[in-house]
Structure formats: structure tokens, C-alpha cells
């Protein structure tokens, strides 16, 4: 977005540079006004080109410049435009991965055809040089290129376009000399006019039909209307002595003249009803805008990571399916308002499922501060992040003994916006309260601060104060902001995936540490029935790319599940991959067919199968709540079916329980456990199956038994460190007991706030989960009271997420 705003302010500066020349220039100056064709340009929206401003100025470039173009086109609009525009010219497209790309070149420089190369990478190959420079020369009479060691006829008629899928691409100057470099990103005003002509074809389908086809009439009437110009100029020139003498040049005058009126009428008529859709259109304005308020949300998070990469086209779908899935309403402001609703938190469910635990606030932040830019300070907004500029302070700390210098350093800098650093010295006091509290997020400030200051620089004051705890208060104003839904990621759910995918759409699993899918993906292969030889699995590594193209091969024809693990392995393969799956279509996959593929995250996997994929990730959820919901919805009812007995329910929701507060305490550094240990749901699955097993066989549960499997062996067998192993099996004695079972309330905390519930369903667990245990946001300090007094003390290291979700909203923006 930034490159895109200093394009824009190129031409202004471009204005007045030639007013300070005294260059005389037009106030209203454009790039597409001075050098465009309006019937051109008309026809190239047609085809595709946005109607913005800029994307006209690029479509203008492209048409004049000398170089050929290579166009940065990350979401695709310049290729549709370029394929649309120059298919009746019999366009041919190829790629570098392409085994006749070279032939394909040759054939249209020789006949004069265009051609498209696209998904180039920062690199482009050697041999293409002389064709961008256009060195010819004269062989026979003929013009003609050198390309390798091949000489070639050039025709005139040839055309040249390059385009790549890459966000941000850095090519070397030499690079950027030799061609026409052009940045075809979207702009919100351009995709704004999309997804308002999508949702209005699909609430008011007979308008769009309507405003489509006096386009198209408008388009022809303009380009009459210019062929009639011509032939007047034609007529004139062509004329000898008297014009006024010359009957045959007279009739054509007349005639001219009587279909120019009559075009010019019907174009009138054509622009009156123009106006008219368009004002019923504009009814539909604020779900577009807010739309692509989404979509330019989503668009920077490759900039966190590089497996973050979402297009277009994958937006657009999701888009329409809300459209058609959001609750209906005669009243257009409440269709509208259902609508917003239902595509803002179906995008945030399908986006946070490929999003890593550690990045799924940020991105529900990134969401509300897009949405409410306009009631939000941008210096303010800014300061947030990062504190202000770090200029020498003047003013001495009223009280370092607990007041750091950083803190009041940036409260200083606060001052001359919205704050006042005298209150602090005069009431030090008041202030330390929030500082020494274990939950400073929840404590309101000093009066006249609690009710003179917003929401944004409450945060603000925190940052300064507390920047441990901003996480916490970042979750909250989200919460007050959109709803509690939206700091609430929904829970792992391959099913979902599973049923976005098809056979032409590749499943990815990003991996991060101690997360292994593949249990999760045998169980649910199991499940669907696609098991022995019609799932088939291989870790890629050297020489494993034949044998991978092969398994794919076959799995297309025969409708198998294929799984390639570990593709950052395989760099250099990936290039094959990419090319294996553009071919997939719906006439060479079977229905069947599904590839899964599993990759930590690299900036070599390639972009377009990330775009159009299903990407998931599969880490621990942060939190008790997200936790157990988890747990309970990964295994499901069977484990209810099996065992009817109390004892099974209560002590399910035991070993669950532990499970989550195992997990929990990892965030919390060493002082959570001495070594990081990477416990899984694979330790959790066998615990539960154990645990079954032993009370279908027992008349009374051997509680001995069970802790030592599941402490000693499941977890423990992860364990090295002795203090860590003491730790675990006392944990787990608060769940493994008879008291769990025989007493109906048994706390897990001394506040009594955490207990396993009475007997019931499994619908019944899930609810009490839902309710009880989502009453408060972060971490629950009664279940880690010596963590949570570290943190009293300001310690700041142990709260990573904290310290790092303010330099990455930074690096988004």
C-alpha cells in the first residue's frame, strides 16, 4: 500500500513541477487524459483493467511505452486484462516451467502474435536480453533477433508481457533499465467498484444485467461515433476544388451527420439510465467499502510471514458465499448490516485457521484498526506502536523506584498529544497502583484520566506503564470493538478444511514446532474411509521428487489421498510442484483426489499454491478454554459412546484439563517449565485411550496405575529435567484421584472458579466449557499464582507475546 501511495503522489508532484517550470498544465492533469484513448480505455475495463485511476494509468504506460512491460500482479488483474484484451489476437501464455517455452517465443516474435509470459520470479533468464532490449538487426532485408545462438525473423507486429505473482519483488536495477516496471496492484477504489458490481449482480441481478449491457452500447456508440469523425476527415481531404460542388462528398456529409445525431440521441438516452443504476447502486456502496477494508487487511500479512498469502480470487469466492449464506432482509440496511456481520467473521474464521496462535490477535487487531481507521488517530495509532521518538528527556522521574526510565521517557513524549506528565508527579501514588497490579489492564486510571481519555489511549498509557500486559488489553478493546467472537479463534477443524477443499485445491498444513498433523490427518483418513492403498504418504527430500510426481499422478487418475511432508526440504523441487498443480482441473482429477502437503513456513514455497489453497495450521490454541474446546472437538463422541460410566466423564475432563494446563505453561518461558517440551494432542489421545481401557477393565479405577502411564510414560517420556518431572506427576495428582469422582464440585484451583462439572453429554461438557471457562480473556492467575507474581514485578520477558505483537503490527503497517 505505501508503494501504491508514493506512485500516486508522483503525478501530483509531476504537476507541480511543471507549474514551478511554468510549464503550462491543465489543474485536472492525468497521466490517462493526456496519453489515453477514452474508447481504449472503455475497452480495456471490458476486459478486465480496473477502473481506478491508476490501473488506467498503468494500462496507459503499457500501451506506449517503448520497453516491454513487466507488471508486479500479485492478485492477478493484469494478466486477466492482458488475456482478455489480446485473445482475439491469439495471445499465447507460458511460463519459464514451461518444456516448449522457448519454441512458443520464437513462433510468435516470427509471426507477429502477442505473448504473455507470467509467474516470473526476481530473476529473469539470460536469454531473453536481447528481445529486451530489442536488438535487431537487418539480415536479408529482413528485421531479425538473436536469441542463444538462434537467429529469428522479428516481426513488427509482435507484443511482449511479463508478470509476476510476487508482493514485493526486488529486481536488480540492471533489471529495472531494460523493461517497463509496473506496480498492478489493486487499489481499494478498484476493488471497491468489484465486489460492489458482484453484490449488486447478486442482490439486483436485473440492475447489473441492465448497467453491463449499456456499457457495452455506450462503448460502440463512442467508437461509431469516432469511425464517423474519420470518415468526415476522409471525406474532406479526399474532396477536390469545391466541396460544396462535390455531390458524392455531400451525401456522405448528410448521411454522417443524420447517424451522428441519431447515435448521439441513443448515447444520452444511454448516459440518463447510466446515472440512474448507478444511484441504485450506490445503495450497496458501504458493503464494498467495507469489504475492501477486509481484503487490504489481509493483503500485508505475508509481510509476518511468508506462508500468509491469500488471493483474489479465494477472497472473492468467500465473499459471495457470504452473500448468499448471511441472513435476507427486504430493509436494505439490515441486509447490509447482516451481510457485514456474517463476511467479517466468516473471513476472520477461514484466515485465523492458517494463522500460527502467536499472530491471531494481531490480526484481529489489524481487523478492528482497519475497520475504525476513521475514528482512530493516525498519530495517536502510531505512537502505540511505538512509543514515540526517542528524543532526550528533560524532565526528571518523579519516583525511579518503580517508575522505569523507559516508561516515563514515553509518557513525557505522550504529554503533548492527549496526556499531562504532571498528574504522575503529583499523585505517584495512585499511578503505582496500576503498575504493582496483577491484572493493570482491568484497573481504571486515576480521575480525570479514566473519563477524558478513549479507548486507543487508555492502551497508550498502558503501553507505557505495563507493556507486558497489552496483549490483554488489545484482546479487550477488540472485544469491545467487534464482539467477543473475534479474540475467540474457532477451534482446529480438518472436517472444515477438508470440506472447502476439492480435488483441484491442495490442503496445506504450516508447521511449527512440536506440532505434528499427521496423527490428526490418519485418524480423519481413517474416518473417510480412504485408508491402505488409497492414502499414500512420503517425506520429500533428495531424489523423492520423481517418486512424489509419480504418487500424484496416479492419485489424480485413481481418486487416492497423496501426502508430501516436509516440502521446505525440497526447494528445488518446488518449481515442479507448482507446475504439477496449475494442471489440476476438473477434467483430470478424480472427485476423489486430495493433496495434502506439510511445510514449515519458507519463503520458497511457491505463492500460488499458498493463494489458492486451504492452509491450516495446527498448533496448540492459546488459553484453557481454547484448550479443552479443542480436545473435546478433535476426538469426539466415540469416547462419550464407549464408557457410560461417571468415573470416565469426570476423569476425561481431568486428563483434559492437565493437558491444557501443560500446554499452558510453555508461553511462560523457564519459569513455566525449565526445558521448552514439545507436548502434543498425541500425548493427550493415548492418555484418554489408556484411560478407557482401564476403566472398562477394572471394577475400580487403578488411579496408581493410570498416573504412572500417563505422568511417567505419555508425558513424562518428554521430560528430562528432574524438577520438571516432580512438577508434572504433583499437577497431574490434582486430577488423577478418587476425589474427582465422588465429589460432584471438585475444584481445581483454590478459588473454586476451575472444577470438573457434574455427569452429562457431551453436548453438555462443550457448553460448560463454552460458558465457564470464557468469562475471562488470557491467562487465569489462580491456576499460576508464582507465575503471575513475577509478572506483578514487571518482568516482562516472560510475556513474549506482549513484546512482540506491537513491532509486528508495526512491520504490517
Same mark, same amino acid.
Given at each position: 500500500?505505501?508503494?501504491?501511495?508514493?506512485?500516486?503522489?508522483? *503525478?501530483?508532484?509531476?504537476?507541480?513541477?511543471?507549474?514551478?517550470?511554468?510549464?503550462?498544465?491543465?489543474?485536472?492533469?492525468?497521466?490517462?487524459?493526456?496519453?489515453?484513448?477514452?474508447?481504449?480505455?472503455?475497452?480495456?475495463?471490458?476486459?478486465?483493467?480496473?477502473?481506478?485511476?491508476?490501473?488506467?494509468?498503468?494500462?496507459?504506460?503499457?500501451?506506449?511505452?517503448?520497453?516491454?512491460?513487466?507488471?508486479?500482479?500479485?492478485?492477478?488483474?493484469?494478466?486477466?486484462?492482458?488475456?482478455?484484451?489480446?485473445?482475439?489476437?491469439?495471445?499465447?501464455?507460458?511460463?519459464?516451467?514451461?518444456?516448449?517455452?522457448?519454441?512458443?517465443?520464437?513462433?510468435?516474435?516470427?509471426?507477429?502474435?502477442?505473448?504473455?509470459?507470467?509467474?516470473?520470479?526476481?530473476?529473469?533468464?539470460?536469454?531473453?536480453?536481447?528481445?529486451?532490449?530489442?536488438?535487431?538487426?537487418?539480415?536479408?532485408?529482413?528485421?531479425?533477433?538473436?536469441?542463444?545462438?538462434?537467429?529469428?525473423?522479428?516481426?513488427?507486429?509482435?507484443?511482449?508481457?511479463?508478470?509476476?505473482?510476487?508482493?514485493?519483488?526486488?529486481?536488480?536495477?540492471?533489471?529495472?533499465?531494460?523493461?517497463?516496471?509496473?506496480?498492478?496492484?489493486?487499489?481499494?477504489?478498484?476493488?471497491?467498484?468489484?465486489?460492489?458490481?458482484?453484490?449488486?449482480?447478486?442482490?439486483?441481478?436485473?440492475?447489473?444485467?441492465?448497467?453491463?449491457?449499456?456499457?457495452?452500447?455506450?462503448?460502440?456508440?463512442?467508437?461509431?461515433?469516432? *469511425?464517423?469523425?474519420?470518415?468526415?476527415?476522409?471525406?474532406?481531404?479526399?474532396?477536390?476544388?469545391?466541396?460544396?460542388?462535390?455531390?458524392?462528398?455531400?451525401?456522405?456529409?448528410?448521411?454522417?451527420?443524420?447517424?451522428?445525431?441519431?447515435?448521439?440521441?441513443?448515447?444520452?438516452?444511454?448516459?440518463?439510465?447510466?446515472?440512474?443504476?448507478?444511484?441504485?447502486?450506490?445503495?450497496?456502496?458501504?458493503?464494498?467499502?467495507?469489504?475492501?477494508?477486509?481484503?487490504?487487511?489481509?493483503?500485508?500479512?505475508?509481510?509476518?510471514?511468508?506462508?500468509?498469502?491469500?488471493?483474489?480470487?479465494?477472497?472473492?469466492?468467500?465473499?459471495?458465499?457470504?452473500?448468499?449464506?448471511?441472513?435476507?432482509?427486504?430493509?436494505?440496511?439490515?441486509?447490509? @448490516?447482516?451481510?457485514?456481520?456474517?463476511?467479517?467473521?466468516?473471513?476472520?474464521?477461514?484466515?485465523?485457521?492458517?494463522?500460527?496462535?502467536?499472530?491471531?490477535?494481531?490480526?484481529?487487531?489489524?481487523?478492528?484498526?482497519?475497520?475504525?481507521?476513521?475514528?482512530?488517530?493516525?498519530?495517536?495509532?502510531?505512537?502505540?506502536?511505538?512509543?514515540?521518538?526517542?528524543?532526550?528527556?528533560?524532565?526528571?522521574?518523579?519516583?525511579?523506584?518503580?517508575?522505569?526510565?523507559?516508561?516515563?521517557?514515553?509518557?513525557?513524549?505522550?504529554?503533548?498529544?492527549?496526556?499531562?506528565?504532571?498528574?504522575?508527579?503529583?499523585?505517584?501514588?495512585?499511578?503505582?497502583?496500576?503498575?504493582?497490579?496483577?491484572?493493570?489492564?482491568?484497573?481504571?486510571?486515576?480521575?480525570?484520566?479514566?473519563?477524558?481519555?478513549?479507548?486507543?489511549?487508555?492502551?497508550?498509557?498502558? @503501553?507505557?506503564?505495563?507493556?507486558?500486559?497489552?496483549?490483554?488489553?488489545?484482546?479487550?478493546?477488540?472485544?469491545?470493538?467487534?464482539?467477543?467472537?473475534?479474540?475467540?479463534?474457532?477451534?482446529?477443524?480438518?472436517?472444515?478444511?477438508?470440506?472447502?477443499?476439492?480435488?483441484?485445491?491442495?490442503?496445506?498444513?504450516?508447521?511449527?514446532?512440536?506440532?505434528?498433523?499427521?496423527?490428526?490427518?490418519?485418524?480423519?483418513?481413517?474416518?473417510?474411509?480412504?485408508?491402505?492403498?488409497?492414502?499414500?504418504?512420503?517425506?520429500?527430500?533428495?531424489?523423492?521428487?520423481?517418486?512424489?510426481?509419480?504418487?500424484?499422478?496416479?492419485?489424480?487418475?485413481?481418486?487416492?489421498?497423496?501426502?508430501?511432508?516436509?516440502?521446505?526440504?525440497?526447494?528445488?523441487?518446488?518449481?515442479?510442484?507448482?507446475?504439477?498443480?496449475?494442471?489440476?482441473?476438473?477434467?483430470?482429477?478424480?472427485?476423489?483426489?486430495?493433496?495434502?502437503?506439510?511445510?514449515?513456513?519458507?519463503?520458497?514455497?511457491?505463492?500460488?499454491?499458498?493463494?489458492?489453497?486451504?492452509?491450516?495450521?495446527?498448533?496448540?490454541?492459546?488459553?484453557?478454554?481454547?484448550?479443552?474446546?479443542?480436545?473435546?472437538?478433535?476426538?469426539?463422541?466415540?469416547?462419550?459412546?464407549?464408557?457410560?460410566?461417571?468415573?470416565?466423564?469426570?476423569?476425561?475432563?481431568?486428563?483434559?484439563?492437565?493437558?491444557?494446563?501443560?500446554?499452558?505453561?510453555?508461553?511462560?518461558?523457564?519459569?513455566?517449565?525449565?526445558?521448552?517440551?514439545?507436548?502434543?494432542?498425541?500425548?493427550?489421545?493415548?492418555? +484418554?485411550?489408556?484411560?478407557?481401557?482401564?476403566?472398562?477393565?477394572?471394577?475400580? %479405577?487403578?488411579?496408581?496405575?493410570?498416573?504412572?502411564?500417563?505422568?511417567?510414560?505419555?508425558?513424562?517420556?518428554? %521430560?528430562?529435567?528432574?524438577?520438571?518431572?516432580?512438577?508434572?506427576?504433583? +499437577?497431574?495428582?490434582?486430577?488423577?484421584?478418587?476425589?474427582?469422582?465422588?465429589?460432584?464440585?471438585?475444584?481445581?484451583?483454590?478459588?473454586?472458579?476451575?472444577?470438573?462439572?457434574?455427569?452429562?453429554?457431551?453436548?453438555?461438557?462443550?457448553?460448560?466449557?463454552?460458558?465457564?471457562?470464557?468469562?475471562?480473556?488470557?491467562?487465569?492467575?489462580?491456576?499460576?499464582?508464582?507465575?503471575?507474581?513475577?509478572?506483578?514485578?514487571?518482568?516482562?520477558?516472560?510475556?513474549?507475546?506482549?513484546?512482540?505483537?506491537?513491532?509486528?503490527?508495526?512491520?504490517?503497517?
Amino acid at each position: 500500500m505505501l508503494f501504491l501511495k508514493r506512485q500516486l503522489n508522483k *503525478e501530483f508532484f509531476f504537476f507541480f513541477f511543471l507549474q514551478d517550470k511554468n510549464i503550462p498544465c491543465s489543474d485536472n492533469f492525468s497521466l490517462s487524459k493526456t496519453l489515453g484513448d477514452p474508447i481504449k480505455i472503455r475497452a480495456w475495463n471490458i476486459a478486465g483493467l480496473p477502473t481506478d485511476n491508476f490501473s488506467v494509468d498503468n494500462g496507459v504506460i503499457v500501451d506506449n511505452s517503448r520497453r516491454w512491460p513487466l507488471m508486479i500482479d500479485p492478485q492477478g488483474q493484469a494478466n486477466k486484462w492482458i488475456k482478455n484484451s489480446q485473445k482475439e489476437n491469439q495471445l499465447s501464455v507460458i511460463k519459464f516451467t514451461d518444456t516448449d517455452y522457448m519454441r512458443t517465443l520464437e513462433n510468435c516474435i516470427q509471426f507477429g502474435t502477442p505473448l504473455l509470459l507470467e509467474n516470473v520470479g526476481e530473476e529473469l533468464d539470460p536469454s531473453l536480453e536481447p528481445l529486451l532490449l530489442r536488438q535487431t538487426f537487418k539480415q536479408g532485408g529482413m528485421d531479425c533477433i538473436r536469441l542463444g545462438e538462434t537467429v529469428i525473423e522479428y516481426s513488427s507486429d509482435f507484443k511482449f508481457f511479463i508478470t509476476t505473482k510476487l508482493r514485493n519483488p526486488h529486481y536488480m536495477p540492471e533489471l529495472a533499465t531494460k523493461v517497463s516496471l509496473l506496480n498492478f496492484m489493486i487499489t481499494p477504489e478498484g476493488l471497491e467498484d468489484q465486489l460492489l458490481g458482484i453484490v449488486v449482480a447478486k442482490e439486483r441481478p436485473e440492475l447489473e444485467e441492465e448497467r453491463n449491457a449499456l456499457i457495452l452500447q455506450s462503448a460502440a456508440n463512442k467508437k461509431q461515433l469516432k *469511425e464517423i469523425e474519420k470518415k468526415i476527415l476522409e471525406t474532406l481531404q479526399s474532396s477536390e476544388g469545391n466541396i460544396l460542388e462535390d455531390e458524392s462528398a455531400i451525401m456522405v456529409l448528410d448521411s454522417a451527420k443524420i447517424m451522428s445525431n441519431e447515435i448521439t440521441k441513443k448515447q444520452q438516452v444511454a448516459e440518463k439510465t447510466e446515472i440512474k443504476i448507478a444511484e441504485s447502486r450506490e445503495g450497496y456502496r458501504p458493503i464494498a467499502k467495507h469489504s475492501s477494508v477486509l481484503f487490504f487487511s489481509i493483503a500485508d500479512l505475508a509481510n509476518i510471514d511468508p506462508m500468509y498469502q491469500y488471493s483474489l480470487s479465494w477472497f472473492v469466492n468467500l465473499y459471495i458465499n457470504s452473500i448468499h449464506d448471511s441472513n435476507k432482509s427486504k430493509i436494505l440496511e439490515k441486509r447490509l @448490516r447482516y451481510l457485514n456481520d456474517h463476511f467479517t467473521y466468516n473471513l476472520y474464521c477461514n484466515v485465523c485457521r492458517s494463522l500460527f496462535e502467536k499472530d491471531k490477535l494481531l490480526f484481529s487487531f489489524l481487523l478492528c484498526c482497519n475497520l475504525l481507521m476513521k475514528e482512530i488517530e493516525l498519530q495517536e495509532f502510531m505512537f502505540l506502536l511505538t512509543g514515540g521518538v526517542g528524543l532526550k528527556n528533560k524532565y526528571k522521574n518523579p519516583d525511579p523506584s518503580w517508575l522505569q526510565d523507559k516508561s516515563w521517557d514515553e509518557l513525557c513524549r505522550a504529554n503533548n498529544a492527549f496526556f499531562s506528565r504532571s498528574h504522575i508527579s503529583e499523585n505517584a501514588s495512585e499511578w503505582r497502583k496500576i503498575y504493582d497490579s496483577k491484572e493493570p489492564h482491568n484497573v481504571p486510571l486515576p480521575k480525570p484520566w479514566d473519563k477524558t481519555l478513549n479507548e486507543l489511549q487508555k492502551m497508550i498509557i498502558l @503501553r507505557c506503564l505495563r507493556s507486558d500486559k497489552i496483549s490483554p488489553a488489545i484482546a479487550i478493546f477488540v472485544t469491545d470493538k467487534l464482539g467477543k467472537k473475534f479474540v475467540e479463534p474457532p477451534p482446529f477443524d480438518l472436517t472444515k478444511s477438508y470440506l472447502d477443499s476439492n480435488s483441484t485445491i491442495p490442503l496445506i498444513f504450516v508447521l511449527s514446532p512440536g506440532a505434528d498433523p499427521m496423527s490428526s490427518l490418519l485418524k480423519f483418513a481413517n474416518d473417510k474411509h480412504m485408508v491402505g492403498n488409497k492414502f499414500q504418504a512420503i517425506s520429500l527430500g533428495q531424489g523423492q521428487g520423481p517418486i512424489a510426481t509419480k504418487m500424484i499422478r496416479e492419485g489424480m487418475e485413481e481418486g487416492t489421498w497423496v501426502c508430501l511432508q516436509n516440502c521446505h526440504l525440497a526447494v528445488s523441487w518446488m518449481p515442479m510442484l507448482e507446475k504439477i498443480c496449475e494442471e489440476f482441473n476438473s477434467d483430470t482429477c478424480h472427485p476423489f483426489f486430495r493433496l495434502w502437503l506439510t511445510s514449515y513456513p519458507s519463503p520458497k514455497f511457491p505463492v500460488t499454491i499458498l493463494q489458492n489453497g486451504v492452509k491450516m495450521t495446527n498448533e496448540s490454541p492459546t488459553g484453557l478454554r481454547l484448550n479443552l474446546l479443542q480436545s473435546y472437538l478433535s476426538d469426539p463422541l466415540i469416547l462419550f459412546v464407549v464408557v457410560f460410566l461417571k468415573t470416565w466423564e469426570k476423569l476425561l475432563f481431568g486428563v483434559c484439563f492437565f493437558h491444557a494446563l501443560v500446554q499452558e505453561r510453555k508461553k511462560f518461558g523457564p519459569l513455566g517449565w525449565n526445558i521448552p517440551y514439545g507436548f502434543n494432542e498425541s500425548d493427550l489421545r493415548i492418555s +484418554m485411550r489408556q484411560l478407557q481401557l482401564f476403566i472398562n477393565e477394572y471394577d475400580h %479405577v487403578p488411579f496408581e496405575a493410570i498416573s504412572y502411564l500417563t505422568g511417567e510414560c505419555n508425558y513424562g517420556g518428554r %521430560v528430562t529435567d528432574d524438577w520438571d518431572r516432580r512438577l508434572l506427576m504433583t +499437577m497431574l495428582d490434582d486430577f488423577y484421584n478418587p476425589d474427582i469422582v465422588e465429589n460432584p464440585r471438585f475444584t481445581f484451583s483454590p478459588s473454586g472458579n476451575y472444577y470438573a462439572p457434574p455427569k452429562g453429554t457431551y453436548e453438555d461438557y462443550i457448553e460448560f466449557i463454552k460458558l465457564e471457562f470464557g468469562r475471562t480473556l488470557g491467562i487465569a492467575p489462580l491456576l499460576f499464582p508464582c507465575i503471575a507474581s513475577a509478572q506483578s514485578l514487571g518482568e516482562e520477558s516472560y510475556n513474549t507475546e506482549s513484546q512482540m505483537l506491537l513491532p509486528a503490527v508495526l512491520g504490517v503497517f
